[in-house]
């Protein structure tokens, strides 16, 4: 069984472009009399090398890499799927069958931590199956699979975006990761082969890049229960940002006209559902909002991090609470399948406390975690991206547990800018019509009278 990362194809041109584009800003020609003059692998490869050592490392972005990542732990595929820059196809735990997938075991300190690890997750898959052969739907049952299990995807990026995953696996974060530094070296083997010039000057660093330690946080009363959802912060005057924005792009008025024209409620209202409704709608990138989502599932992670134009702040796997864990309806209703879900989270947390006593590390033992197994995000995005966000979160398709939270969500935003998130919600409300196809849940009508009347 093969496992680690592939490059599976590099773009036609591969470091001509590069070289061609190293050279435009300083030569004579046009674009294509350039590129003709960019054959030279020799040449190409030494301008590439002085070019990126000079920080200009933007001409590499130009050649691009398909990758196929096989048999790798989902460890792997969270630390891969949080570089924004790249595009990211995975097979999907909502309809794939898991049961038969396999799994990482990482190198332990002795073999009675081995054989306990391996008991555990393997009857961590006996969980999954017999959830699953109960009826529960694969994307609860789910929730019971350990963070070691196989993950297959495709991955796709620049040479720019790779370098900087190259740098996060063999000197940042990832290298404390047998299994994430393994695959890194592999990866720079097959880059260095297929494009040397934009690879062969990487180096790896005597040691690891450290970020500074945090102060903890002075507890100074009982924790209280928290909403699932909060929003931390917004664009000041966020409905008029994007109003004036929108104007100045279309109109050409005076900042002080278009002020004195918003403080009409009907004119704004007018212009925020011009601006939303823009097939270009840049303006709506004027209001940022600052959101922390709250107890989150490992397996939810994903799909808020599939969204790329955001600013998403994941904590260290290392970090996660091992007995804090997400409970789905599907398993509440039959006492024998929940009694086997909580003892699934239970026997696993005992298991991380008794290696964790016997001296495995913290990045070991992120395999014992499980899918199910929660944290907190914070996010940045703008309100465009929210818009994006809310037509595929808040649709009745969406995975209920980011559903649930995109549905809070855009209650909070619209108590704060009623008339700029008027109409957000799934696609059938913002666009009056479904993409689905055949997956349609048919109740579109339905769902305009709920999201167009809160």
Not at 282 to 301: G, H, K, Q
Request: with cysteine; glycine share 6%; aromatic share 10%.
């Amino acid at each position: 069984m093969q496992h680690g990362a592939y490059i599976i194809g590099v773009s036609s041109c591969n470091e001509e472009v590069c070289a061609a584009a190293g050279r435009i800003s300083t030569q004579q020609g046009t674009a294509l009399e350039i590129f003709e003059r960019s054959h030279d692998k020799d040449k190409n490869r030494n301008l590439i090398s002085k070019v990126t050592a000079s920080g200009h490392t933007s001409t590499v972005e130009h050649v691009f890499f398909n990758l196929a990542f096989e048999n790798v732990s989902v460890v792997v595929e969270q630390f891969m799927i949080e570089f924004r820059l790249a595009s990211f196809t995975v097979k999907s735990r909502r309809y794939v069958d898991f049961t038969d997938s396999g799994y990482h075991i990482p190198a332990f300190k002795n073999a009675d931590s081995e054989e306990k690890y391996i008991k555990q997750m393997d009857r961590l898959f006996a969980d999954y199956a017999t959830l699953c052969e109960a009826g529960v739907p694969k994307e609860d049952a789910r929730f019971v699979l350990p963070y070691c299990f196989y993950s297959n995807f495709f991955c796709s990026l620049g040479g720019r975006e790779l370098l900087h995953v190259l740098d996060a696996m063999l000197n940042g974060r990832g290298r404390a990761f047998p299994e994430l530094y393994g695959i890194g070296l592999s990866l720079l083997e097959q880059c260095k082969a297929a494009a040397p010039g934009v690879f062969g000057s990487f180096t790896i660093k005597e040691s690891a890049n450290v970020a500074p330690t945090l102060p903890v946080v002075p507890v100074t009363e009982a924790a209280l229960p928290r909403a699932a959802v909060e929003l931390l912060s917004y664009t000041a005057n966020a409905e008029k940002n994007v109003a004036r924005a929108a104007l100045i792009e279309g109109t050409g008025s005076t900042t002080d006209a278009i002020d004195t024209a918003l403080d009409n409620d009907a004119f704004l209202t007018q212009v925020l559902s011009a601006a939303v409704h823009n097939d270009r709608p840049r303006a709506l990138e004027s209001a940022a909002f600052t959101i922390r989502f709250n107890n989150v599932s490992l397996a939810a992670v994903t799909h808020f991090a599939r969204h790329r134009m955001q600013s998403l702040m994941v904590p260290p796997l290392t970090s996660c609470n091992r007995t804090d864990y997400i409970i789905p309806e599907t398993v509440r209703g039959d006492e024998a399948l929940f009694s086997r879900y909580v003892a699934a989270f239970e026997s696993t947390a005992s298991l991380y406390k008794e290696l964790k006593a016997s001296g495995e590390s913290e990045e070991t033992l992120v395999y014992v975690l499980l899918a199910g197994n929660v944290l907190d995000l914070v996010t940045t995005m703008n309100a465009r991206e929210l818009r994006l966000f809310m037509k595929l979160r808040s649709c009745t398709r969406a995975q209920w547990e980011i559903r649930d939270f995109a549905i809070e969500l855009l209650s909070l935003l619209r108590s704060v800018c009623p008339r700029l998130f008027a109409d957000y919600g799934p696609s059938c409300v913002c666009e009056g019509r479904c993409p689905e196809g055949r997956m349609s849940c048919g109740r579109m009508e339905e769902m305009r009278r709920t999201f167009l009347s809160e």
